[in-house]
């Protein structure tokens, strides 16, 4: 695992790197929001980015980053969500093998999205050392790769792409993205400082996993939380790498209740007409409770990805009425 | 109200009306869509159209045809659904009134929309007679032109400028798109014949509404059914105009189940991450039902809106597993 803080010379790399395989994604805007939040909103749409989520930029540096050698041994990680699919996806559009570490009791319909983009799925108990422990086994067995979901730092630069297109098309004067594990939010921050210094980024946080605001207000790591929050997505622990650098570029985190979320999401859907997953609704759930904040500023917001467990639906929108 | 038959010169000439006001939508595509249904499918994507669906296109030039002497006087017409909606944002373009007659117990958040663009709502009992009879009051009081949903010339010709973009861009074997009153039908059938005379124009039409699969049948129009079917923006009666032009251009009606219908819309949300509504998916689901009709083929498929009421979907979602 590449483990060195990467720098806007590794995002630019990742840039060119995953050029071949990841869209460009739009940049969308809406009238109707603009008013109701009261500044001019982009939205970077990562909900069309290939596999449904920005983590495909992420992996696909990560995958296409490794020598002809090490390749030819493949990958694992153990995510059960949007970054289990996206590396299984990279995997495959470099021809290599993928191994996903999957906790008993995950979402059936998300381990047959990992599974038909090629990968092979390991069944472990539903706890971080029998994860671990399985991650370790199949690097054991096959020489495989671990590419975590947040920490590793080619994956970190990989989701930096995202402000960097966002960024090139548009003059902000604040960019807001959604943190859990903090890899994208990490990269937006590197990507930031270096081509746009005056755009300030925010971190939506829900305030049910709301450990990056409590680690960047104690300015130590907090590691001790039980999430709760409808943002699947967002559950992960701060990384270590990921804390750091959002400490250096001075990242700001903004606290959003999940029924904020699930009425931005239900805003976003019927405005836009845009599937976005709660995760990704955080991000301007955050901007018009800050209403304040962001007045008559131009404010970037990540959507960060698309991938709504459907059949859940009738119990997120009992939230947003909680 | 405009009573000749549209031909294609006054889909040309809507198209050229309606430019400075109306999006030229993307058209999309999908792999896994296209591996699901064994053809190669390219989805016009009017959920993204200004008011969230086609029908903005038959409005607008409907209003942009007026002369500025009758335009001073308004339109008005009977619709709470999106119709309505894209009838009050058009005469908003011209600066013009609009009334919309709406029935008692219409869904509340649908007049909201209409309201919002600035039109005047009238109220009445929920019959036709009390319908025509508020609109013939309303026009009788202010002047204003009616501009019916779907069997006003101008709008089936502006309707018919859907087929336009997606034609010029796209050859296609096959054309399909929902079937209610027959403007997008109509207007469909005159383009294509005009400039792809070889593509097959096929209308999706919901089992609980097929009375056009029916007046087709029997070469006579049927005009006597109740629907029943979740598709809302095709329960209207096929219109006298609209009959005569599908019959003319030979269009091919393929009826399909509610439940074929929803799921064909979660597959539609789940892959391209568009929020699309009932009376869009059900074009899909026709290709899907009749899989060896479309075998191979480039199929055109007009996503005709994505005004999703999102209250309703948990017992949108339950009619799939019926």
Redesign the interface.
């Known amino acids: 695992m590449a483990s060195v803080l990467p720098d806007f010379d590794a995002v630019l790399a990742a840039a060119a790197r995953i050029a071949p395989h990841a869209h460009v994604t739009p940049v969308l805007r809406s009238h109707t929001l603009d008013a109701l939040a009261g500044c001019e909103l982009h939205f970077k749409a990562e ?2 980015q290939r596999a ?1 989520a920005f983590k495909f930029r992420g992996a696909c540096n990560a995958v296409w980053s490794l020598s002809d050698e090490d390749a030819a041994r493949g990958v694992v990680t153990h995510s059960s969500g949007n970054h289990g699919a996206a590396l299984a996806l990279a995997a495959r559009t470099r021809g290599i093998a993928c191994h996903v570490v999957v906790p008993e009791g995950a979402v059936a319909a998300k381990l047959a999205a990992i599974q038909a983009y090629g990968a092979t799925l390991h069944h472990c108990a539903p706890t971080i050392a029998a994860r671990e422990a399985a991650c370790a086994q199949v690097q054991r067995d096959t020489g495989a790769e671990l590419v975590h979901p947040y920490t590793d730092a080619r994956v970190i630069a990989g989701q930096g792409t995202a402000a960097l297109e966002l960024l090139s098309i548009a003059t902000l004067d604040a960019l807001v993205v959604p943190v859990g594990g903090g890899g994208l939010a990490s990269g937006t921050a590197i990507t930031t400082s270096a081509i746009s210094p005056s755009t300030r980024v925010f971190l939506a946080e829900p305030a049910g996993a709301a450990e990056t605001a409590a680690s960047l207000e104690r300015g130590e790591r907090v590691t001790e939380f039980v999430p709760d929050t409808i943002c699947d997505g967002l559950r992960g622990t701060l990384g270590a790498p990921n804390f750091t650098l959002l400490r250096q570029h001075r990242a700001e985190a903004l606290v959003v209740d999940d029924s904020a979320t699930v009425a931005a999401m ?1 805003l976003i ?2 405005r836009t ?4 997953e709660p995760s990704s609704a955080v991000a301007l759930a955050a901007v018009l409770a800050h209403r304040e904040r962001f007045a008559g500023l131009r404010v970037g917001v990540v959507l960060s990805g ?1 991938n ?1 467990d ?2 859940a ?2 119990d997120l ?1 009992a939230r947003s009425h909680a």
């Open positions: 909900q069309l449904g239900r859907w019927q007409k845009q599937l976005v698309g709504v459907l059949d639906l009738p929108f």
